[in-house]
Nanobody, 127 residues
Framework: QLQVVESGGGLVPPGGSLRLSCATS????????IGWFRQAPGKEREGVSC????????IVADSVKGRFTISRDNAKNTVYLQISSLKPEDTGTYYC????????????????????WGQGTQVTVSL
């Protein structure tokens, strides 16, 4: 069983930056991918980025490419999402999730579903 806890959200003016953190604890037997999703009010959940468990393969959605960067510190069991040049449309609840996969290295796309989810952290971009 894994526990997933996000942090780092807040109120940020347009053009600002944030670093979201996703801390995991516990143990699962197998390979997994950690992904970031977001959901704005009244909109469907959107996957924005993911990273494999080795940390050598990352994917960032085209809609946020160039502004979002995902990374991980395995020593701290933490995955980060660095967000720069924030826009009002980035407002939403950001969720970190862990998806079980069949390979530690191959990651053709970010999983759309996950077995373990965090509670979310709110990001609000406004003056």
């Amino acid at each position: 069983q894994l526990q997933v806890v996000e942090s780092g959200g807040g109120l940020v003016p347009p053009g600002g930056s944030l670093r979201l953190s996703c801390a995991t604890s516990g143990f699962v037997n197998g390979y997994y991918v950690i992904g970031w999703f977001r959901q704005a009010p009244g909109k469907e959940r959107e996957g924005v980025s993911c990273i494999n468990m080795n940390g050598d393969r990352t994917i960032v959605a085209d809609s946020v490419k160039g502004r979002f960067t995902i990374s991980r510190d395995n020593a701290k069991n933490t995955v980060y999402l660095q967000i720069s040049s924030l826009k009002p449309e980035d407002t939403g609840t950001y969720y970190c999730a862990v998806s079980m996969v069949v390979s530690a290295r191959t990651m053709p796309a970010c999983p759309r579903e996950a077995e373990y989810w965090g509670q979310g952290t709110q990001v609000t971009v406004s003056l």
